[in-house]
């Protein structure tokens, strides 16, 4: 139900607002939405009312009672009536604003009956979902080429159209369904913030903060991080897919099965050589942004290629990606055989030719 009804004055104060400008919200897609920008707007107008009032009375009172007509300035004391007016008159005004905005408040804090419960974890930079209800989860990470990103002194690939808004896995959810999102964080403070959605909730280490939506129509909506997290803040989008009943169904059926396909067992055996190829792929989804392609850093991101780090014990190695050492943040996200196969790379890869490699059941002994 919706916690603010339109009326007169509200349609009157619409007009004000225009739905695709670029000085306006996002198009609300979710009756929250709808009732955020029609306070805003109701707030707004109520700001130009008191404005013009004001400045009105007192822009005429200068001009009509100045000096050069004639008029001088009169002592005055306590006056009741103008002191009651000027206190009840803003009390009023206040009461006008408090009450819409107490009541959109309130709604957006009440994720009592939701139907879908997701788990939202930050990371840095990248967002990680649970589907509590369903028994999988998955990674949504910034697919935007690094080509694209680094051109600004006229290189490489022009811009694409979601530019830094692109993910290769959407939060994926079915219409006309209330879902509740429970956010967290595996290393410092980031906010899961949908515009469209009127959806903006930090995601703090060690607390489970929660909200929630209704999308009422299909589509891709899109937003990002809100909260300054680090280095690659602009570089972990939130992208939501909002699918019909039966659509959604079918991608939960077919995501439960390649959950179960692609589960890794920490107790597999693994070759040298499987492990480098899967750490391959582990390194350019999560490292190569920081370390680079080829292993030689950057900024405040040393240079794998012959470092203390990957060519020392390979202990030493592993705890660095479990704990995180200075900008670097801790990796205890990833699986057994992700943390495995991605130590296995950098040690034999970049010119470093150490030659050893760990399994997964040694990584989940090393967590312990």
């Not at 002191?83 to 009390?91: K, N, Q, R, S």
């Not at 099965?257 to 480098?276: E, R």
Request: net charge positive; hydrophobic share 40%.
């Amino acid at each position: 139900m919706r916690v603010w009804r339109s009326g007169a004055l509200l349609a009157l104060s619409s007009s004000f607002a225009c739905a695709n400008s670029k000085f306006d919200f996002q198009p609300p897609q979710t009756l929250i939405a709808h009732d955020i920008r029609d306070l805003h707007t109701w707030i707004m107008l109520m700001i130009v009312v008191i404005f013009c009032a004001v400045f009105g009375v007192m822009f005429y009172a200068i001009f009509k009672h100045r000096r050069s007509l004639g008029h001088e300035a009169k002592p005055f004391h306590e006056n009741t009536v103008v002191e009651i007016l000027w206190t009840l008159i803003p009390a009023l005004i206040l009461v006008g604003m408090a009450w819409p905005a107490a009541k959109v408040v309130l709604a957006q804090k009440d994720s009592h009956d939701a139907t879908l419960t997701i788990k939202a974890t930050g990371y840095q930079w990248f967002w990680g979902y649970d589907y509590l209800d369903s028994g999988f989860g998955y990674k949504s990470k910034l697919v935007t080429p690094r080509s694209q990103i680094e051109n600004y002194k006229s290189a490489g690939d022009a811009k694409g159209e979601h530019y830094l808004l692109e993910v290769d896995e959407p939060l994926v959810v079915p219409e006309k369904t209330k879902v509740r999102i429970l956010t967290t964080s595996n290393d410092v403070i980031h906010s899961w913030a949908m515009p469209a959605f009127g959806v903006k909730q930090d995601a703090i280490p060690g607390f489970i903060r929660d909200t929630w939506f209704r999308a009422e129509t299909t589509g891709v909506f899109r937003g990002q991080c809100s909260e300054l997290c680090g280095r690659d803040h602009g570089f972990m989008p939130i992208v939501v897919k909002v699918v019909s009943q039966a659509e959604y169904k079918a991608w939960v059926s077919k995501k439960q099965a390649d959950a179960k396909a692609a589960a890794d067992d920490p107790n597999k055996v693994w070759t040298k050589d499987d492990l480098i190829a899967r750490g391959q792929k582990v390194y350019e989804a999560n490292c190569a942004a920081c370390h680079k392609a080829d292993g030689h850093g950057g900024g405040p991101f040393p240079a794998l290629a012959g470092s203390k780090i990957a060519t020392g014990p390979i202990d030493g190695h592993v705890h660095i990606v479990l704990t995180g050492k200075g900008a670097m943040p801790a990796w205890n996200g990833l699986s057994d055989t992700e943390i495995a196969a991605v130590v296995t790379y950098e040690r034999n890869s970049f010119g470093n030719k150490v030659g050893d490699f760990i399994q997964p059941k040694d990584v989940k002994a090393a967590r312990k």
